[in-house]
């Protein structure tokens, strides 16, 4: 089971986007709900998620954080089916309106937020898992994917040793330390000399 908001359709349009927010990690998808109200004067409806093993959603199985920790595809394979089945059960239930013939309007604008990257990009990573006919279902309503914020980890690169990680500080030992050290990084302000350059970067803890 998934938990997610809706907006809702937009009242008198027939080729409104909507917009499908996967939030990041440490954080649930009530970080966007003060959109909720914006989207529709610009014709777009938003469904927020909150992902696996947050606030309303099924949690993981002992069974898949272990294929998740040992790195086993076989994780991002199931996330794929999951985000699949989603949206094309989400389309048909709510007969969201089909991408337009200039790709310009309707379906689903789908996007990532740092972490939450990971999840919609399982679908381009491991089509070959979902079943064709919902793979021609999806082509009429996928219109893009938005990659806001995504961290190297979810392109597989490693992460460069000059910089420092909130959840590996040996002095944050207990998960919920590490998770409330990240949440305090990642909602400060810090004065970089050089935000383009990692030698430019301030990689302060506080």
Do not use: C
């Not at 998934?2 to 909507?18: I, K, P």
């Not at 309106?97 to 990257?117: A, H, I, L, Q, Y």
């Not at 919902?134 to 961290?151: N, S």
């Amino acid at each position: 089971e998934l938990f997610f908001t809706d907006s809702g359709r937009v009242e008198g349009s027939d080729d409104y986007t909507t917009l499908v927010i996967y939030h990041g990690s440490a954080f649930t998808g009530h970080t966007f709900h003060r959109l909720l109200p914006l989207g529709a004067k610009d014709n777009v409806r938003l469904v927020i998620l909150n992902r696996r093993d947050y606030a309303g959603s099924t949690k993981y199985t002992d069974e898949e954080l272990a294929d998740l920790n040992a790195g086993d595809k076989a994780f991002m394979e199931r996330l794929a089916l999951e985000v699949a089945n989603f949206l094309v059960w989400f389309a048909e239930t709510e007969n969201v309106p089909s991408v337009t013939p200039d790709r310009k309007k309707g379906g689903f604008s789908v996007m990532g937020w740092s972490m939450g990257n990971a999840t919609p990009l399982a679908v381009f990573g491991h089509p070959e898992v979902i079943p064709k006919e919902t793979l021609a279902k999806l082509e009429l309503h996928f219109r893009q994917l938005i990659l806001y914020d995504p961290p190297h980890l979810v392109f597989g690169y490693h992460q460069p040793p000059e910089i420092y990680d909130p959840f590996t500080d040996p002095d944050f030992p207990t998960p919920e330390a590490a998770f409330n050290n990240f949440r305090y990084r990642v909602s400060t302000y810090y004065n970089h000399s050089d935000p383009y350059s990692l030698s430019g970067l301030d990689f302060s803890k506080r």
